[in-house]
Nanobody
Framework: QVQLVESGGGLVQAGGSLRLSCEAS????????MGWFRQAPGEERVLVAA????????YYLDSVKGRFTISRDNAKNTVYLQMNSLKPEDTAVYYC???????????????????WGQGTQVTVSS
């Protein structure tokens, strides 16, 4: 089982930037795709971005394309989400998640993630 700890959330004005980090422990981080989800109050959790184990494939939610960038540093067992040009509608709790299977050749869909962090709050003021 993998343990995931997110950090980097906070309060930022619209147009600002934040970088979320998620540090993993407990299993071979470099073998698993990773993802960032978010959940706003009263809404379902949605997959915002994902990156394959090799970093060769990425996925972005349409509404964050061109503004968010997911990356990973396997030497540090960490995945990042750089968020630029933030909007009030980006306000949510952001969760890091790990794929259930190792060495998947494609970016996994939302239902294929099996380990979650505790979440970090991102609030964007207008």
């Amino acid at each position: 089982q993998v343990q995931l700890v997110e950090s980097g959330g906070g309060l930022v004005q619209a147009g600002g930037s934040l970088r979320l980090s998620c540090e993993a422990s407990g299993r071979t981080f470099s073998s698993y795709a990773m993802g960032w989800f978010r959940q706003a109050p009263g809404e379902e959790r949605v997959l915002v971005a994902a990156i394959s184990w090799s970093s060769s494939n990425t996925y972005y939610l349409d509404s964050v394309k061109g503004r968010f960038t997911i990356s990973r540093d396997n030497a540090k067992n960490t995945v990042y989400l750089q968020m630029n040009s933030l909007k009030p509608e980006d306000t949510a709790v952001y969760y890091c998640a790990a794929d259930r299977l190792s060495y998947r050749t494609v970016v996994p869909g939302p239902g294929l993630f099996g380990s979650w962090g505790q979440g970090t709050q991102v609030t964007v003021s207008s």
